[in-house]
């Protein structure tokens, strides 16, 4: 349950991110809008046209629109339930309503329905961060990460996931090539990343660098609570902003996941400040 504080929370956890992470609004591109519009121009005259309804789907997904794209692939389902795409879509539908464990069972029946692991290992991962296996995570993360090693969302998502299992330092390593660049979206990870192991005045340093004063001493409160959430708690505070309504009083523990390779390229030790 959000509060309207939560809410705020939400806003400024996102802020700057909306493009990369698949549970934010991105914004519309002509091309889905384009491809939703044609759909539904061949669902007008087929209502029962399984690729259009398929299609639709995945153009309301890109488009941020969860109920419509529900709609769509819950129809293709009742029309081929042993379609993978369909299983494919209805997983993605359920990680961004924030309901990773079904989103596992239905990427899992997508792949063993034809569907391509690889196209679903960004999302699989994230599903496996919000149940607390970081370990998994970051295994589909390098592998996703081999194959598209400049993918931000990819980078992002992999940094948060070593955060949570306590590899500050990795994170770090793994950000390196996006804070050079001073990219904003990867050094509000990086505050959110020593946040959670409880580096909180690393934590503030970056956050009032890289946000308005007023948001950042906004967020602080929340930052200070970062280390009493459980792991898959994290995940959910980082990705999409959310917080419990109550929280531990005690820092939760911490499961460091076996030491691996970065799977993008390291630099030098990552800047100590980022222009405002």
């Known amino acids: 349950m959000k509060t309207p504080a939560l809410s705020i929370v939400a806003a400024l956890l996102l802020a700057g991110t909306a493009q990369a992470q698949t549970g934010m609004v991105q914004p519309i591109r002509p091309s889905s809008t384009e491809a939703l519009n044609r759909h539904l121009s061949r669902l007008a005259s087929n209502p029962r046209d399984i690729e259009a309804l398929i299609g639709a789907g995945e153009a309301a997904i890109d488009l941020d629109d969860t109920r ?8 293709a389902d009742t029309l081929q339930p042993n379609n993978s795409r369909v299983k494919a ?15 596992l069972k239905l990427f899992d029946q ?25 370990a998994g995570a970051q295994r589909d993360y390098q592998a996703a990460l081999k194959r598209t090693p400049d993918n931000s969302e990819l980078i992002y998502r992999y940094a948060a996931s070593l955060g949570i299992s306590g590899q500050v330092e990795a994170a770090d390593k793994v950000l390196q090539p996006l804070l050079y660049k001073s990219d904003r979206p990867a050094w509000r990870f990086r505050a959110f990343i020593l946040a959670m192991n409880n580096r909180q005045d690393d934590a503030r340093k970056i956050a009032s660098q890289t946000m308005p004063g007023q948001l950042a001493a906004a967020l602080t409160p929340y930052m200070q609570k970062m280390p009493y959430l459980t792991p ?19 820092i939760a523990a911490v499961t460091p996941t076996p030491a691996s390779a970065a799977a993008v390229p390291a630099q030098p030790a990552a800047p100590a400040a980022v222009a405002t």
Do not use: C, I
């Open 232 to 250: 898959a708690q994290k995940a959910a505070a980082v990705h999409f902003g959310h917080f419990p309504a109550r929280v531990g009083t005690t």
């Open 68 to 75: 419509a794209a529900a709609g769509f692939f819950a129809r």
């Open 89 to 103: 879509g209805l997983g993605r539908v359920m990680l961004k309503t924030q309901n990773p464990a079904e989103a």
């Open 110 to 134: 997508a792949t063993r329905l034809g569907y391509s692991e690889a196209a679903l290992l960004s999302d699989r991962g994230l599903a496996r961060d919000l149940t607390g296996d970081q």
